[in-house]
């Protein structure tokens, strides 16, 4: 089966201000990020980039949907390089992040068409999908409320249907359940499911193993920029406990 997503041997540094320089307790000005990164993701799987905080999850999943460049190696989406063809690699995916923020003067409904526009939709094939979207998380009560006057949990929702308004074939979530009650965390989680039952390919980042066991197909552990595993979670309920106990069993040998 060829892969959707193809990332070869990237590499992403960043230069530190004197303050970031000080939390990070270093003299070096330069911090690599992502370090010689190599993965594939397929059609209707899940892959998690599973690791702590500032691991590179995040840099690396900006890589993919072209808001950064690698300054190394390259990425292919639909076999589209993100160095060479942003705007059709753009065409083809739904990111969705905590940086997303929207302009909270306008509303759901709003934005939604603003975003559709974007996109290049009708607007009758644009009012079906938001009929779809909005009733199956629960915005239509709130369809003309403020974005500001919305709580944390319908923003993420709200967020989150305007980041696939387009139904793109590969959905990059960056921590998709973070911050959300345990409700509204189960309907992102069923709906996940549900884009891979459609053949999707998706990739989420995310710190919490439970996730991981739950809903990944594949899963990459990323460390200090380095991707030290990457396989199927079936071989990994084979030769391990859980997932947990291999993210341990790496750290004990030293390999973290």
Known sequence: MESKIRVENIKKTFVLS????????????HKIAVNGLSFQAYPGEIYGLLGPNGAGKTTTLRCISTLIKPDEGDIYV?????????????QNIG????????E??????YMFDFFAKLHGLSKEVSDKRKENLFDKFGIND?????????????????????????????????????????????????FLNELKEQGKTIIVSTHIFSLVEKICDRVGIIIEGKLLYDDTMKRVRHEHDNIEQLFFDLNERGIL
């Open 18 to 29: 004197k303050k970031q320089m000080k939390i990070n307790k270093t003299k070096d000005k």
């Open 104 to 109: 909270e003067f306008f509303t759901p409904n």
């Open 95 to 102: 990111f969705l992040t905590s940086d997303l923020k929207l």
């Open 78 to 90: 639909n076999g589209h390089s993100v160095l060479k063809e942003e705007t059709k690699v753009r």
């Open 142 to 190: 709130f369809r003309e409320v403020k974005i500001s006057d919305l709580s944390t949990g319908m923003r993420q929702k709200v967020q989150l249907v305007i980041s696939i308004v387009h139904d793109p074939d590969i959905i990059i979530f960056d921590e998709p359940t973070n911050g959300l009650d345990i409700l509204t965390a189960k309907i992102v989680i069923d």
